[in-house]
């Protein structure tokens, strides 16, 4: 029996007992969303734009706080608008009105010559690399880039890029491949390489078509770490992700086999083998 057919029937028995709950194996901001010199949190819709950025460090602050400490924003770097409302006094009606003002933040991990000790770090583990997984992502024709900016996993399509949070993040080496690896499939439906309608038309989050996808990049996932001979480590986890996702797909388990024939050519196209 090949690998892929053990590891569907594997998440398909696991979605069938009940897989545990899904869970982010990478760390990312250990508090609210605060600014670095105040250390005072925001409030609102300011912590809700502010923690969706995807940064590692819950720290923000102002150009001016930036520069005051020594340092300076990354060239290139986009600002965070943080909205207040102010009171403005319209002398001929003898009252106050509210209307509201927004200024720029930008997260510490935009910022670089600030002085250690001024921005607490990201906790870190002391993983190692894996040979084989590192093989399976370096033997990929025609890659996209990878790159560690920002605290979060993604691949962006019209840029062809993907972006990881950071190695020592991870609470082991295996989800960061795992994770790695669900991106990777991602990029495979690239209209340059197998052009599938899940990648390469606009579907928004939530929808039919993004769920679908989400399904096969995490079958995809699942067969590579089976390649690789770390599934044991990782498929409780992506179980429990494919099962979420089969939530908002009416929970019909059919649709795992059609995301893993999909899966199946995708791990093909980053492994260079036949189908």
Known sequence: MKVYEIITNA???KLERGSVPWHRPWNGPESMPKNLISKK???GINAFLLGCQGYG????LTFTQCKELGGSVRKAARATPVIYWNWIEIEEEGEKVPFLRYYAVFNVEQC???PEGKTPSLATNDIDRIAVC???VEGMNDRP???HARQAALYKVGRDTINMPLFGSFETAEEYYSTLFHELIHSTGHEKRLARPTVTDISPFGTVSY???ELIAEMGAAFLCGVAGIEDLTLDNSAAYIKG????LRNDTYLVIMAAAQAQKAAHYILGTSS
């Open 11 to 13: 998440i398909l028995e």
């Open 41 to 43: 949190e925001y409030q």
């Open 57 to 60: 460090s819950p720290f923000w």
């Open 112 to 114: 670089e010559g600030i």
């Open 134 to 136: 590192e093989r399976i």
């Open 145 to 147: 880039t990878i790159t």
């Open 211 to 213: 769920s679908k996808e």
């Open 245 to 248: 996702w089969l939530h908002k």
